[in-house]
């Protein structure tokens, strides 16, 4: 040793790594940074901590692949109390055999000064080409009054593109919160362990970290055709326009009034009025109703090819059961298949009791998406939280939007449509 009581021949190898132009290239290196000191001779079970690090080091060390550059540095192995007690055992690139025998000849004794190993760590991977990583395992924090996670800010400040990893083994809360911290600076990860087989699974997972390839960033989605409004109608005119065509007309049962259209129900339906317009794209339609459901009474937002075929999304008093429910129903080619929630067990929807009929007309927030040739329906009570009801398929395109009501064979309520908008991609 030299007068100062440090290894010449490691300072050395750690000053020239330190200032060396030489560019070194490799699939990976990382550093490995042993605590040695003094509380790594305490026990854990019936062995030291510095046993069950050595251990499971150098089963990590046997396991790395050889296209892995490899260091070992640790703090606190030579004397006490001496915050400059920090060296470089084995510099990165050392052979598996000369690491595994810096790894058996640690002794621990001294401080922790984790700030001037961050700093000699970063020095010794500066001039590294790849991807680069301190690994540092520890039973503390710091003791020498330096700030361990302003050093790793330092180097990343300093545009070096390393990661640090930190295990911190057998620690206190307060202990990790340090630790933590300098795997937060130093974009890694915090792995914690109480004993030698978390020692050995979180060593395994720092492994994962530092010799996987660097995970591929997903391409973005490509950006989807902006949407646009299509349609849009809060009816606020005296009549429908040339817009729409009124299937089974009644003018007894239909109206425009007070910036709505109402649509008186009948049995069987009259007055589906639909838009002219036909959509080839795919849409989101979205309409507001107001309705009071008793038994039989049924409206919705409509997808019309014809009379035989077509949806229908919207809310009903169901016979017999005294309830209400959303319904998303389709007729096609004659044959009829109806979705709707389990009466029994869906009683709410948002913070609509649905047990009963309605005794007050309500509003009900009703949508159809296309995407494709499926149909997905929806009911919501706000407009904001919805209950997706289901999905048709239907294969025929040249559907209209509509609206309708029916009573079926009950009691003839009116329901009232407004805000009707259709957005979508032509």
């Known amino acids: 040793m030299g007068a100062n009581g440090r290894r010449p021949g490691l300072w050395s ?172 600076e130093g974009k890694g990860k915090y792995f914690a362990a109480t004993n030698a087989e978390e020692l050995g699974t979180a060593l395994a997972q720092v492994k994962e970290e530092v010799v996987a390839p660097p995970k591929k960033e997903a391409p973005p989605p490509p950006s989807p055709a902006k949407k646009q409004t299509l349609m849009e109608d809060t009816f606020e005119r005296a009549d429908l326009g040339a817009d729409y065509e009124v299937v089974e007309s009644d003018t007894n049962r239909l109206a425009l009034d007070s910036g709505k259209l109402l649509i008186v129900a009948a049995n069987p339906p009259k007055n589906i009025v639909l838009h002219k317009k036909t959509l080839a794209g795919d849409f989101i339609a979205t309409v507001t109703m107001n309705m009071q459901l008793t038994e039989r009474n049924r409206g919705g937002l409509y997808y019309w090819l014809d009379s035989e075929n077509y949806l229908s999304i919207g809310v009903h008093g169901q016979c017999c059961t005294d309830r209400r429910f959303p319904s998303f129903y389709k007729r096609i080619s004659g044959q009829e298949n109806d979705i709707e929630p389990d009466q029994y067990k869906v009683t709410t929807l948002g913070s609509r009791e649905l047990k009963n009929f309605a005794t007050t007309p309500e509003v009900w927030y009703l949508q159809l998406e296309r995407t494709g040739l499926k149909y997905t329906g929806r009911v919501s009570v706000d407009g904001a939280k919805w209950m997706d009801i289901g999905t048709h398929t239907i294969v025929q395109k040249n559907g209209r939007l509509g609206f309708g009501a029916s009573s079926g064979g009950g009691v003839e309520n009116p329901a009232e449509f407004d805000d009707f908008v259709v957005q979508g991609t032509q």
């Open 13 to 184: 190898v750690g000053l020239l790594l330190a200032w060396s132009t030489t560019v070194i290239a490799a699939d990976a290196s990382v550093l490995f940074v042993l605590d040695g000191s003094g509380s790594m001779q305490a026990k854990i079970g019936d062995k030291r901590k510095i046993e069950v690090a050595r251990t499971v080091m150098s089963n990590l060390v046997k396991s790395l692949p050889a296209n892995v550059r490899i260091g070992l540095e640790t703090y606190g192995r030579n004397r006490k109390d001496d915050c400059k007690d920090i060296e470089v055992l084995a510099p990165v690139g050392s052979d598996h055999t000369t690491v595994l025998k810096a790894v058996n000849a640690l002794d621990p004794k001294g401080s922790t000064p984790l700030t001037g190993a961050i700093r000699l760590a970063s020095s010794q991977l500066r001039e590294v080409e790849g991807r680069a990583s301190v690994v540092i395992v520890s039973d503390g924090k710091e003791t020498c009054e330096g700030d361990p996670c302003a050093a790793v800010r330092e180097a990343i400040a300093q545009g070096m593109k390393l990661q640090f990893h930190v295990v911190g083994f057998d620690v206190t809360a307060d202990e990790a919160e340090q630790l933590k911290c300098i795997a937060k």
